[in-house]
């Protein structure tokens, strides 16, 4: 069973331009949520999507979007990037909420923007 | 704010000693409770997930429940320097809160 497949695995971005990183959760998983780490503020949550909608959000700027598809395979893009967004990128699936989730993470995208 | 607290370590046990990490968590709604592992420069591994009070063992680890308390840990038995690691608590209610990791080190 394959797992959680984030791309690209490394990115570098120059500040003000926009980047998209993409999910492809555990095959039957329906939940997709995001997150960024970095060394001072640890694991922070970004956002959940579930069949498409976008359930839960962190406290992100505007900056920072998702989207899910029927395939339950998302993205999440940083628009005007700056140099704080370098971090970590990591995306966890799971079946759903209740007892299912377990949730099991990518190896993750890291955004180096300068 | 809903939050999930751990200490930061590190926390330094000789091989074969017993670690035990303890975790925090304010949002009495919570639901479930994981701990994770995750190696320096790799992505968090789930190790063991708890959802009521009690203990729950797997192999050398043991988590811990006390909803009452707010209060999740977790044991690792005969530590091994491959247990060398952070561990992230999370806890879920309506979506996952990550603790900060503590940072455990097993001396040979």
């Known amino acids: 069973k394959a797992g959680v497949t984030q791309t690209p695995r490394y990115l570098i971005k120059t500040r003000g331009q926009q980047v998209t990183l993409s999910c492809s959760p555990i095959s039957g998983h329906r939940s997709v949520s995001w997150y960024q780490q970095t060394p001072g503020q640890g694991l922070q949550f970004l956002f959940e999507?579930?069949?498409?909608?976008?359930?839960n959000k962190g406290n992100f700027p505007g900056r920072f979007s998702g989207r899910q598809f029927s395939n339950s395979r998302s993205e999440m893009n940083v628009s005007t990037l700056e140099l704080g967004d370098s971090a970590l990128y990591l995306c966890?699936?799971?079946?759903?909420?209740?007892?299912?989730?377990?949730?099991?993470f990518g190896q993750g995208t890291r955004l180096t923007v300068v | 704010q809903k939050e999930v607290e751990q200490n930061s370590g590190p926390l330094s046990v000789p091989e074969g000693a017993i670690a035990s990490l303890n975790c925090t968590y304010s949002d009495r709604g919570s639901q479930s409770f994981f701990w994770y592992r995750q190696y320096s420069g790799k992505s968090p591994e789930l190790i063991m997930s708890i959802y009521s009070n009690g203990d729950k063992e797997d192999g050398r680890f043991t988590a811990q429940l006390n909803k009452a308390s707010q209060y999740v840990s977790l044991l690792i038995r005969d530590s091994q320097p491959s247990d060398s690691a952070t561990y992230l608590c999370?806890?879920?209610?309506?979506?996952?809160?990550f603790g900060p990791g503590t940072r455990l080190s097993v001396l040979p």
């Open positions: 966890a699936s799971s079946l759903d909420r209740g007892l299912d989730t377990e949730a099991f």
């Open positions: 999370a806890v879920y209610g309506q979506n996952f809160v």
């Open positions: 999507y579930f069949s498409e909608t976008q359930r």
